[in-house]
């Protein structure tokens, strides 16, 4: 079983994981060797180039070293690799993995052990021997334990004694061994972590900036929020200071800091915050920034190559030329690094057969991973894997729970996908309503949706209209009852979206013919009224994502390839089943946010 675990996408972020030679006792040449290879080949990838090694021949060699070799270290690795891959039964092996290597004194081994243990088991006696591996190595001063002790400690959880006053101290001890994570774990602790009698913004402020100046992307990323919007920080009023800020990140990305030099790439890619708009060198940070492992860097930078870049296409320069394989491999690096959106690109390459060779069940097997991860889209693709059996076994049931997530949470194609379900009998819906009144409630919300791109809104409208065409939004048991002056309200609003679509143009004059020129009139206005309310809720929701900060940290996912979802051709045709929703448009995915660092974690 264990060999299934180890293609290439799940195994490309070892760097990512926490390899690094420096903090481990005398590693052997071998493992130290394969550890350079694989920093290469993300050195390689960043660069839109082929490895000398591949990823996957580097794991090969390390699973070697750990299991024949006895190597502690890679024993180590094999136990992060594992871990990180999220497969079935894969913890338990990474487990396995971790204590061969902690029985040996391999420090993280011994930490990350002993925290899975701690943390998750049931068994009283595991626990207790999970705290005691963890306190064995935070007792000869490796800090991720030290801070893995004190959040215990902290909580008063795995049967330890709720302590403050220790938890402070242990993470003291790291933090003023230059342990980064520590520093910011202690801004937090004072911001009122550790408890409303030690809270002090003043300590929290200055340990925030001390991790942030030590590197620590966490504290970068709050310090950046905090620096470029003005907001408060505890009881503190922070002014906002976007000259203080670029200092700051200019100096860390001089330094070489990997969060550091992917904010100044974002920075200098818009010309945000005073700094000019250069990309040229927004393209070297966002490389320099991949090749240190910053996961938001490698999804940017996936995404130009993806589409590569073409700025003046009147001139004979390409600045980026499009390069799929190169954006998969990075992707690919963001994803083992926990980006939802990353994992979800993976899959929208095997879906389409870009770079790779199409393979659904890998697709389904990644957009199931994000969905699990709470990503939206990856949620709509779960919901349509299910429904159409790609992939996967066909399943209604578990189609319709993904789409009324996604329409819960607002997302367009959820919603449009839900009204499909409910008109084809596949989702009944309140009980004091019809299937096709349902159905009209998730068309009308995808319609006025602020981020549902044209071909989706236009759908919408149209299976809208069509509904009203038909006369089925009667109560139930009531004969059906055809209201052509609303059906001609909804296809005129589909029809002015794409005025060049002469069918859409038809299926209006054809209604028009069933109205009098009174009834032709109101549904006009009806149909304008309705046409600015909506542009009134895009400019609302536009409104709220122009600060610096959220403009900085967009990321865009590489565009699905799915089929659209069927047009009824009359008012009078229905699909008989579900057709697949439309693919959402790339800029419907941006997530603002502030400096938000994903995939940052203890």
């Known amino acids: 079983m264990l060999s299934t675990l180890f293609s290439l996408q799940l195994t490309a972020m070892v760097s990512a994981l926490g390899l690094n030679t420096d903090e481990w006792v005398k590693p052997s040449s071998a493992m130290v060797a394969q550890v350079q290879a694989i920093s290469d080949a993300m050195a390689a990838a960043a660069r839109g180039e082929q490895p000398k090694t591949s990823l996957q021949e580097s794991i090969n060699a390390i699973k070697d070293l750990a299991d024949k070799g006895n190597d502690k270290d890679a024993q180590f690795a094999m136990g992060l690799i594992l871990q990180q891959s999220n497969q079935s039964g894969a913890l338990e092996q990474a487990l396995d993995y971790y204590k061969k290597a902690a029985d040996s004194g391999q420090l993280h081994a011994m930490n990350n052990w002993g925290f899975i243990s701690a943390a998750s088991s049931q068994d009283e006696g595991k626990v207790k021997e999970g705290i005691a591996s963890i306190k064995a190595a935070a007792d000869k001063g490796f800090n991720p334990a030290r801070r893995n002790m004190a959040a215990f400690i902290l909580r008063g959880a795995a049967g330890q004694k709720q302590d403050p006053a220790a938890a402070l101290k242990l993470l003291e001890d790291a933090a003023n061994d230059k342990d980064d994570q520590a520093q910011f774990e202690l801004a937090q602790f004072y911001l009122g972590g550790g408890g409303e009698s030690l809270k002090n913004d003043d300590k ?20 950046g929020s905090v620096l470029f919007d003005g907001k408060k920080f505890g009881s503190k009023e922070i002014k906002a200071d976007e000259k203080k800020a670029v200092e700051k990140f200019t100096k860390l990305a001089d330094q070489g800091v990997p969060a550091g030099l992917r904010i100044m790439a974002e920075l200098h890619q818009e010309g945000l915050a005073g700094v000019s708009k250069d990309f040229t060198k927004a393209l070297s940070y966002f490389v320099k920034a991949a090749q240190g492992n910053d996961s938001v860097a490698q999804v940017r930078l996936a995404s130009i190559y993806n589409d590569g870049i073409d700025l003046d296409p009147a001139d004979s320069k390409v600045e980026v030329a499009p390069n799929p394989a190169a954006a998969l491999e990075l992707y690919r690096l963001a994803a083992q690094n926990g980006v939802p959106l990353a994992i979800y690109n993976v899959g929208t390459f095997y879906e389409a057969g870009r770079a790779v060779d199409r393979d659904m069940q890998k697709a389904f097997a990644y957009f199931l991973q994000s969905a699990v991860d709470g990503f939206l889209l990856g949620m709509q693709k779960a919901g349509v894997y299910y429904l159409n059996g790609a992939g996967t076994l ?17 997302l367009p194609e959820g919603l449009l996908s839900l009204g499909l379900m409910a008109e084809n009998g596949l989702f009944m819906g309140a009980a004091d309503t019809t299937p096709f009144r349902t159905a009209a409630d998730q068309y009308q919300k995808a319609a006025d949706a602020p981020s549902a791109a044209d071909a989706l809104r236009v759908e919408a409208l149209l299976r809208l209209g069509n509904l009203y065409a038909r006369g089925l939004m009667v109560p139930a048991g009531s004969q059906a009852q055809p209201e052509p002056d609303k059906a001609y309200t909804y296809f005129k609003q589909a029809s002015d979206i794409v005025p060049a679509n002469t069918q859409l143009k038809a299926i209006v004059d054809d209604t028009a013919k069933q109205l ?3 009834q032709r009139t109101k549904a006009n206005a009806a149909a304008e009224q309705m046409k600015k309310d909506r542009e009134a809720k895009k400019q609302t929701a536009a409104a709220g994502q122009t600060s610096p900060a959220a403009a900085a940290t967009a990321a865009n996912p590489a565009p699905a390839a799915t089929t659209p979802a069927a047009t009824p051709s009359s008012p009078d045709t229905a699909p008989a089943t579900p057709a697949s929703p439309t693919t959402p448009a790339a800029d419907s995915a941006k997530k603002p946010g502030g400096f938000r660092i994903p995939g940052i974690g203890r």
């Open 204 to 223: 929290a402020w200055d340990w925030l900036n001390k991790a942030a100046d030590s590197g620590n992307p966490n504290a970068l990323a709050a310090l």
């Open 394 to 410: 066909r399943d209604p049931v578990a189609a319709t729970s993904w789409f009324t997530r996604t329409a819960a949470a607002g």
């Open 516 to 518: 009098t020129e009174d």
